[in-house]
């Protein structure tokens, strides 16, 4: 971690502006080490990857439910080649770090595309943090080649608009819980939403508590 210091602190803003960023300075590899080892035990036990006879750190499940919604949360982020080098420490690796985070978040969020779990994406030093594979994650292969322009956004209507104005709603897909093998084909994705002939046809996805602070930090 002390090798890492320097290009880990360049992944955060002004710390070391005032006396208790020069104090978290000077801690700052043994926090990337806890917390580090933390997120890696953590993402490695819902992988169900634990050496035999040691107790999981977290024991009750709705801790587990509050733990994977907080490592989501942009402000909670770690550089993901601190994570990955902890991971490679380990004597146990067999399945690559990355599959192991989408397995940890995939059943758990709105329309993440099951068949991105088998996708490679590519060169892993680019992977800033834990969100950034979530948010590769929830978009279809069509629309990762789309330009990401902001000037060319539009304002879009909200469904009443829609509705006034003649159009009608459909779902597609299905709201998935537990991924079964077979799910991996599935391809729909949260932003797969079509418009043809008055007919919107959105994927459909559960909303619950914590959908709103996902949404809003993967917008961020």
């Known amino acids: 971690m002390e090798k890492l210091k320097d290009e880990a602190l360049k992944c955060y803003d002004d710390i070391g502006d005032d006396d208790l960023g020069s104090d978290i300075v000077e801690k700052f590899s043994e926090i990337l080490l806890l917390d580090g080892c933390f997120v890696v035990e953590y993402i490695r036990e819902r992988s169900r ?3 035999n006879g040691e107790d999981i750190i977290i024991k009750a499940g709705c801790m587990r439910g ?4 907080d490592l989501l949360l942009i402000e909670n982020k770690l550089p993901f080649f601190v994570l990955t080098k902890l991971h490679d420490t380990t004597t146990n690796h067999q399945i690559p770090f990355i599959n192991m985070v989408k397995k ?6 709105p329309k993440m595309t099951p068949a991105s779990f088998n996708e490679s994406e590519g060169n ?12 590769i994650s929830c978009h279809s292969s069509k629309m990762k080649d789309m330009p990401r322009d902001k000037d060319h956004l539009k ?8 509705s006034e104005a003649g159009a009608s709603f459909v779902k597609v897909g299905y709201i998935y819980r537990r991924l079964d093998e077979d799910d991996l084909r599935y391809n729909t994705s949260l932003f797969d939403v079509t418009f043809e002939n008055g007919l919107m046809e959105i994927p459909c996805f559960e909303v619950d508590d914590n ?3 996902l949404m809003r930090n993967l917008i961020v």
């Open 49 to 51: 990857i634990k050496p």
């Open 66 to 69: 509050i733990v994977r919604q």
């Open 104 to 109: 940890t978040f995939l059943p758990f969020l």
């Open 124 to 135: 892993t030093t680019e992977i800033k943090h834990l969100l950034q594979i979530v948010h």
């Open 155 to 162: 304002v879009m209507p909200n469904a009443i608009e829609l």
């Open 211 to 213: 959908t709103e602070t």
